[in-house]
């Protein structure tokens, strides 16, 4: 089982409409957990962190559930430019703080 | 906002010859990484270094490679005899201290492309 799995997509989606990604990850030590956006050949770019309670930055809102591990990313009033790929990130405390990537969700806003 | 640079943005080079790729951190950051990604593939860590050392490697990183701080700002990763397989984009990272949430910053990549 892979330590960190996302549905590849795509997700294509009108514009205006709300999208959510789910993640979900095997490893009960993970500690931290991010969304990361990447467009096609650059490098990721952090959207936000996930914290426990849950956490919304503008159109975004992040959540996790400890207990079922998954973390999910919904966006509301999707834009052109939100069309990228949103990658999970987890990390585990072990004193590096080394990223494990899921493989993306590939989301496409259609005009 | 500062950044993560590295250079080359894209690297080609024969199989068998040695490359460095090279990456200056953010500049009050004291944990640094290098990781790959093969082109359709996802994000693999390859090595993290703090205090002057390794402090995790992956399996990807054999005795091929190497990394090194030489001075107060450049980050190297080098390859020593090069692998048609190695061809993929390679990103540097840093992050500052604190706690488990402090996200890493990533460079713009370079792309290596072995012939």
């Known amino acids: 089982r892979k330590e960190v799995e996302q549905d590849p997509g795509p997700f294509n989606v009108p514009e205006g409409a709300t999208v959510a990604f789910n993640c979900t990850y095997s490893?009960?030590?993970?500690?931290?957990f991010f969304w990361y956006r990447q467009d096609c050949r650059k490098e990721p770019k952090l959207l936000m962190s996930?914290?426990?309670s849950g956490n919304e930055d503008g159109r975004f809102t992040a959540q996790l559930n400890r207990a079922s591990q998954y973390i999910s990313l919904l966006i509301r009033d999707s834009k052109l430019s939100d069309s990228a790929t949103y990658l999970c990130v987890v990390n585990r405390d072990t004193g590096t703080y080394k990223y494990i990537f899921g493989t993306g969700t590939r989301l496409k806003v259609l005009a | 906002e500062p950044e993560v640079t590295q250079t080359p943005s894209h690297q080609v080079t024969q199989m068998g010859q040695e490359v460095i790729l090279r990456c200056v951190p953010i500049s009050n950051h004291l944990y640094f990484y290098w990781y790959r990604q093969i082109l359709g593939q996802k994000v693999e860590f390859l090595v993290s270094?703090?205090?002057?050392?390794?402090?995790?490697k992956s399996e990807i990183f054999d005795d091929q490679f190497s990394v090194e701080r030489p001075d107060g700002s450049n980050f190297t990763l080098k390859i020593r005899s090069t692998k048609l397989e190695d061809s993929a984009m390679y990103f540097c990272?840093?992050?500052?201290?604190?706690?488990?949430?402090?996200?890493?910053?990533f460079g713009d990549g370079t792309r290596l492309s072995i012939l």
């Open positions: 996930v914290y426990s």
């Open positions: 490893n009960s030590a993970s500690q931290s």
């Open positions: 990272a840093s992050r500052g201290t604190g706690g488990s949430n402090q996200p890493q910053h």
């Open positions: 270094f703090y205090n002057n050392e390794i402090s995790e």
